[in-house]
């Protein structure tokens, strides 16, 4: 600890070199988690299966060509809604949609809305404040029914206590069911201000393509990830079973239902090179961790020729090898632990110094809610204990391997060495 403080400039340019190494990876990390990890309320990413696009082509065309667009009620219905093998399996419209929400001769906002049906309220957890969900006998009549954000609660009734009450979305009287906690657009396939049976909006009349596309996505919730496989094979199934129906088009899948981390980069008809993204990770990864450590092991590996001549004069007075290996040991865990304290602290702060850089985009700009983050969404344990197991690694390395020779030099040997 002592050589700690008689080197200044060297232990701050490590310690602030190894923090820098560390908060980068944990902003990158952060980045990702945000868009795959479990969270609330998309608490199932990790058993959940996407199937946001649809393509359609005519029947026996090899040709390529194909429309690409999001799939019609019906065709969520016969090819996803009919599946057993999943736990639950729900259709709602292909992101939010501008509506005007107001109360009879009162206050007035604009909201963003998604058309849904009941098991969207088991694939995600909302946490309901007051009231609940609109329950299925509401979805099958039509019944005008509304889940509203706390946020819009209280913009339009000043409380958040408001199942029961009336409000009208583009001029339409609905009931308020219940009010959830606001929701992050980083929750991107159930992000809304207002939720909406889509029995009682336009998805079902919004069609094109003979009826085969139309507004609406498909999540399906598996009992387990292991159960992805016969999951995929009951939707192939079911679509060579719809196609069979239909006179002159057919709709396929493209690859699809995909997991989160595919879902994620997946663009239309495009599918995603997902081996490709990992890559590309991982270089980022080793490059974020090699180039800095190489650079501190070698200002540590220089710092450690210097204190040859200390090492021999100990020997001299009676330290062993271990006792001496000890010492090193202890002053670079200490500092790797500075730092990397001192690294973690820095990523949250750049995360949300940051927040709009890292996570706007085009659609966050159009929807009217925040990227805010959670807890769950910052903290990744395993992924920092790695990064600074790696710069613990190669800070005693480059450390420890010149004291281990120092250590069984001849006394004269280590004290006559010179840098």
């Known amino acids: 600890m002592l050589h700690l403080r008689e080197n200044p400039v060297i232990t701050w340019v490590s310690l602030l070199g190894t923090a820098l190494s560390i908060c980068m990876i944990m902003v990158v990390v952060i980045t990702i988690r945000v868009r795959t990890a479990d969270c609330v309320p998309e608490v199932n990413r990790s058993r959940t299966l996407y199937v946001p696009n649809m393509s359609m082509r005519a029947k026996g065309d090899t040709s390529g060509s194909s429309s690409n667009s999001s799939m019609s009620v019906q065709t969520g219905r016969e090819c996803f809604k ?5 736990e639950a399996v729900s259709l709602a419209t292909n992101g939010a949609e501008k509506v005007r929400v107001a109360l009879p001769a009162g206050a007035k906002m604009t909201a963003d809305m ?6 969207f309220w088991r694939v995600f957890q ?9 329950t299925e006998a509401d979805f099958r009549s039509a019944l005008p029914r509304a889940v509203i954000t706390a946020s819009v609660a209280r913009r339009l009734f000043g409380r958040t206590d408001v199942a029961g009450s009336r409000l009208r ?3 339409v009287d ?3 069911s219940g009010v959830v906690a606001d929701v992050s657009t980083l929750a991107s396939d159930c992000y809304a201000q207002v939720w909406i049976p889509y029995t009682c909006g336009t998805a079902e009349s919004n069609t094109w393509g003979d009826g085969l596309m139309g507004p609406m996505r498909a999540f399906i919730l598996a009992r387990s ?30 690859g699809q239902p995909d997991t989160q981390f595919t879902h994620l980069y997946r663009t239309w008809a495009e599918e995603p090179d997902i081996s490709g993204v990992v890559l590309r990770y ?9 180039v800095p450590a190489i650079n501190l092991s070698s200002m540590t590996h220089s710092r450690m020729r210097k204190r040859m001549a200390e090492i021999g004069v100990r020997k001299a007075f009676g330290a062993t090898g271990n006792e001496l290996l000890q010492q090193v040991f202890v002053e670079n865990l200490a500092l790797t632990v500075v730092a990397g304290l001192i690294g973690l602290l820095l990523s949250y702060l750049a995360t949300f110094l940051l927040n709009g850089f890292l ?4 659609l966050n700009a159009y929807l009217a809610g925040e990227t805010t983050l959670t807890a769950g969404q910052l903290l990744s344990p395993w992924i920092f204990l790695a990064a600074f197991g790696f710069c613990l690694l190669m800070n005693l390395l480059s450390s420890g391997i010149p004291a281990w020779r120092a250590s069984r030099m001849n006394i004269v040997e280590a004290i006559s060495q010179k840098e």
């Open 282 to 290: 991982v270089a980022i990864f080793l490059i974020l961790l090699i």
């Open 126 to 134: 909302f946490r309901f404040l007051d009231g609940k969900p609109f």
């Open 174 to 176: 609905y009931q308020v």
């Open 114 to 119: 998604l058309q849904v049906d009941t098991e």
């Open 225 to 254: 990830p292991k159960d992805f496989p016969a999951i995929r094979e009951e939707c192939e199934r079911l679509r060579r079973k719809y196609n069979d129906a239909q006179p002159d088009k057919e709709v396929f899948y493209r």
């Open 169 to 171: 979305l583009n001029h």
């Open 82 to 86: 009919a599946l057993t093998t999943p």
């Open 359 to 362: 996570f706007g985009n085009t």
